[in-house]
């Protein structure tokens, strides 16, 4: 595996894509503000095919763990419809600030842009916006009540759908700066992290399941709340 100066691990790889476990603070594609990004090492990435890979959907620069990347354009063009149409089981794990009063749930809630210029990402939840449904449960509690240790299941991919949701729950994603309570500077980093995804990419066999183990930024929280961590390969 190349790319190891930026972090990236390769999860899975066969004919038609990658899975790869980015590191938080990475973004995938260049951003105003300039920067390391993981487009930059595409080409490091395409293990012998003449064509580097693609994203075959969003992970904000702040998430750590499982990104899809298609090998070639037929493979990303079925990746995409896969994510599309809502086929691809998706996994997130989060360190809350505070905690549910329930051990499992559902969030629906219509999301929509905070702003009308194209160029703004920050979302709201707003009843004329876009469908937008999560499914969470509570996989640990610290002991003083004021973090818990979610399992987030996104049945739609808006963008920050778990961090607006979270929100609005009123147990904001540690470390989140724009949603959350997190100072700008000097904080946590976000704690969230895209833990596994399960891929019907063949007809004729089982779901592609992939795990990537928790990132360091996340030991404490996941620890204080019960969690036993697991040794990330190298």
Known sequence: MTATDIGVRLLY??????????PAGLPVHPGPKGGPTLTDRLDDLRF???????????LDRDTSGCLVLGRHPKALARLN??????????????IVEGAPQDESGVIDLALARRSDDPRSWWMKSDPAGD???????VLGRSPDGGS?????????????????????????IRGDTI???APRHGGPGLQLHARALGLP??????????????H???SAGLTACGFVQETRPP
């Open 201 to 214: 990419l063949y007809p004729k066999k089982p779901p592609i399941r992939i795990e990537a183990a928790p």
């Open 48 to 58: 012998g095919l003449p064509r580097r890979p693609q994203a075959a959907h969003r």
């Open 216 to 218: 360091e930024h996340m």
């Open 13 to 22: 790889r066969d004919a038609l894509m990658l899975v790869i476990d980015k």
């Open 179 to 181: 949603y959350g309570n």
């Open 131 to 137: 469908p937008s449904l999560t499914r969470w449960r």
């Open 81 to 94: 419809k896969l994510f599309a149409d809502g086929r691809v089981e998706k996994t997130y794990w989060a």
């Open 148 to 172: 818990a240790w979610l399992e987030l299941a996104p049945e739609t991919g808006r963008t920050h759908q778990l961090r607006v949701h979270c929100a609005a729950m009123g147990w904001p």
